[in-house]
């Protein structure tokens, strides 16, 4: 790949580290493997490590980016590989739904780890408007996002991604596969939306109350935890001991305590 057209530094204050190891970009693009018809959307382009051989591959591709000194380079650059659209926008302020149209989008992208987390959130938002998603992001917060209950990493993340997602860590990546090398390492992880009938939140803000204020105070019971939205009769209704921490309550536990609090809060007569 070359990087000719590219003659700005990584900006630190935009979390930018420019992927350039061969055989994990081979093995990103592996992992998307496009497919004819398929609508792909690349978070971040940075300076097109994964966009041209994802466009040699596939012939198009849109791109999200924020930077305005890598719009320029990347349009050139891209000519010779295929057909790029460029969103010329902060991701956080994108409608996926709307970009995806009546179909649905394939994201992929190596996410600045700073903005990681809201980035995650965002997509699910749109998450009916997107087949799935492969992104590299910090080890951390591939592990938090996979953990189960038991786990030290369990937590608020892992929960609400799971509830909604597939989520399936596939590689790791080592810092010097990057320009400059991040402090951390990274892994790439693929998120696969849940059908929406197989999802059961029944109401998402309470879903989320009851996941946030779970593990807002890990030490806490969810007695003590969750008293601002119900009482120990409430958790043990559903078969969940008010005396377990949030990092013991398995995800379909958090959807059927935050679908009951959600039907209790409607009252009779409410659908």
């Known amino acids: 790949m070359s990087t000719r057209h590219f003659t700005e530094p990584a900006k630190k204050h935009l979390g930018q580290h420019?992927?350039?190891d061969r055989r994990i970009i081979d093995m990103i693009v592996q992992a998307v493997d496009p497919k004819p018809g398929d609508r792909l959307v690349e978070i971040g382009p940075g300076q097109g490590a994964i966009t041209f051989p994802l466009l040699d591959r596939h012939g198009e591709l849109t791109v999200i980016e924020f930077d305005r000194?890598?719009?320029?380079?990347?349009?050139?650059?891209?000519?010779?590989?295929?057909?790029l659209e460029v969103i010329h926008r902060d991701v956080l302020t994108v409608d996926f739904s709307a970009v995806a149209g009546e179909g649905q989008i394939r994201l992929v992208g190596n996410l600045p780890y700073n903005l990681s987390s809201p980035i995650l959130f965002h997509a699910l938002d749109h998450a009916a408007a997107i087949r799935d998603m492969v992104f590299m992001l910090q080890k951390e917060v591939v592990d938090r996002m996979a953990a189960g209950p038991g786990s030290k990493v369990y937590g608020r993340l892992g929960v609400m991604l799971q509830a909604y997602c597939h989520v399936t860590p596939l590689f790791d990546v080592p810092p010097a596969a990057f320009r400059p090398p991040p402090k951390v390492d990274s892994a790439v992880v693929r998120l696969?939306?849940?059908?929406?009938?197989?999802?059961?939140?029944?109401?998402?803000?309470?879903?989320?109350?009851?996941?946030r204020d779970a593990f807002g105070q890990r030490r806490k019971t969810l007695r003590n935890a969750l008293s601002k939205l119900c009482d120990a009769a409430a958790i043990e209704a559903v078969g969940v001991r008010p005396d377990a921490r949030a990092e013991q309550i398995e995800v379909a536990d958090f959807v059927r305590l935050a679908n009951s609090l959600a039907a209790e809060a409607a009252g009779p007569g409410h659908a």
């Open 192 to 211: 696969v939306p849940r059908a929406p009938e197989t999802i059961g939140v029944a109401d998402p803000a309470m879903f989320t109350a009851v996941v």
């Open 69 to 83: 000194d890598l719009i320029f380079p990347l349009t050139e650059a891209a000519r010779a590989h295929g057909t």
């Open 18 to 20: 420019f992927l350039h």
